[in-house]
């Protein structure tokens, strides 16, 4: 969330914001419950003569998060903003059908999704750069690029 969930994220404001490189640059991380490893994907849309400059954005600005890590207000606004939006998708019928299915699934309760709640509440920007900087791995990450490249005459 914090990386590329929102309009405030490290690299939206880098891709899109500084280097008006993108108009939606996003990244994300899943985990399934009960399984060891996630996925953190990024992406963005961009013009093919920009594409090694949104990769090398996308590489400093990594470097630079793991490098000086989050700072204190940076996590708490993020933190503020994605609890509200657990609020706000759990007060949608069909997103809390989907929460109590998954959450019967695995023998969970709603407490569960409370606790999580509590515990990412109490995170601090220590906590999070640590947790980042344990498990992600810049040089593991694989880069694809899709899309027509050829030159276009006359652009």
Sequence with gaps: YMLGGHSASRLYLRIRGKD???YGPSASFTAAPRER???????AIANPP??????????EEMER???????ADEVERA??????????QRSRDET???TLQSQARY?????FIADVDRKVGELTATQVTEALRRHFDLAQVSVFK????KPVPGL
């Design 146 to 149: 899709a899309g027509d490249f």
């Design 20 to 22: 008006g490189l993108s």
């Design 37 to 43: 490893l996630g996925t953190f994907t990024a992406s």
């Design 107 to 111: 023998g969970r309760t709603m407490q």
């Design 79 to 88: 933190r503020n903003g994605w609890l509200q939006s657990r609020q706000l």
């Design 96 to 98: 809390l059908l989907g």
């Design 50 to 59: 920009n594409i090694s400059k949104v990769e090398a954005a996308f590489r």
């Design 65 to 71: 998060v793991l490098k000086e890590g989050f700072a």
